[in-house]
């Protein structure tokens, strides 16, 4: 019974196309998280959604666009992908509510290859 | 600026003695801190957490120990086992309203039977 699930599990494309991935978690929790693991192993976070509301965006070119269509799913849109945009992404959760103690659970990722 | 940071990419134990992975932050409005558990082509697993108003916390053969005045954190897994093999990541939070986590690097484990 998996709690965070993220699809596709692997995502092979070309330069200058666009790409989706979803996220849905069955926790109920009311906060998500879209993170990035680059070439070097570094994890960081990108955009967070709490109750399909943008709280978190980093510095993330505007070619990603995540889309929170209720507070269980949260999917990640890029367009015009480049070769930089190779990594795997972490889908995650929490209840990040007062008196929380912050854990996020994570999806099993999604290693995207721009070719 | 790396906020969170494990100075060691990777530590090399024997079974049933003790591992010991260290992760120094520098942020002194971290309130919050997590150490999650990463096998190959899995997503991170969270592990044992602190909050900064403890220096201590424990569960099962995990212990997490946190020096606030040394900004220093540190995991014990006593005894470590071969399945303790993997990528240890070390995280800190803000807390509030976002929950926003800071990664350090990471600190491969191989535990050797």
């Known amino acids: 019974d998996t709690a965070v699930s993220q699809t596709p599990k692997y995502l092979v494309t070309q330069m200058g196309n666009d790409k989706s991935i979803k996220c849905e978690q069955n926790l109920g929790h009311d906060t998500m998280y879209w993170y990035k693991q680059d070439s070097k192993k570094f994890l960081k976070i990108m955009f967070s959604?709490?109750?399909?509301?943008?709280?978190i965006n980093e510095t993330v070119p505007n070619r990603f666009s995540p889309k929170s269509p209720d507070k269980a799913h949260l999917n990640l849109h890029i367009n015009s992908l480049e070769l930089g945009d190779s990594a795997v992404y972490f889908c995650?959760?929490?209840?990040?509510?007062?008196?929380?103690?912050?854990?996020?659970?994570f999806g099993p990722g999604t290693r995207l290859t721009v070719t | 600026d790396q906020q969170v940071k494990q100075n060691s990419p990777s530590l090399s134990v024997q079974e049933g003695r003790i591992s010991i992975l260290n992760c120094d932050y520098t942020n002194s409005m971290f309130d919050y801190f997590l150490w999650y558990k990463k096998y190959p082509a899995e997503g991170p697993t969270f592990l044992i957490s602190?909050?900064?108003?403890?220096d201590k916390n424990e569960d099962g053969r995990f212990t997490v120990f946190l020096n606030k005045s040394a900004k220093h954190l540190s995991l014990h897994i006593v005894p470590s086992q071969p399945g303790d093999s993997a990528v240890y990541f070390c995280a800190a939070s803000e807390g509030g309203a976002t929950n926003k986590l800071i990664f350090g690097t990471g600190t491969l484990l191989a535990v050797q039977p």
């Open positions: 602190i909050s900064s108003i403890k």
């Open positions: 959604y709490n109750n399909k509301e943008l709280i």
């Open positions: 995650a959760s929490s209840q990040a509510s007062r008196g929380s103690s912050y854990e996020q659970y």
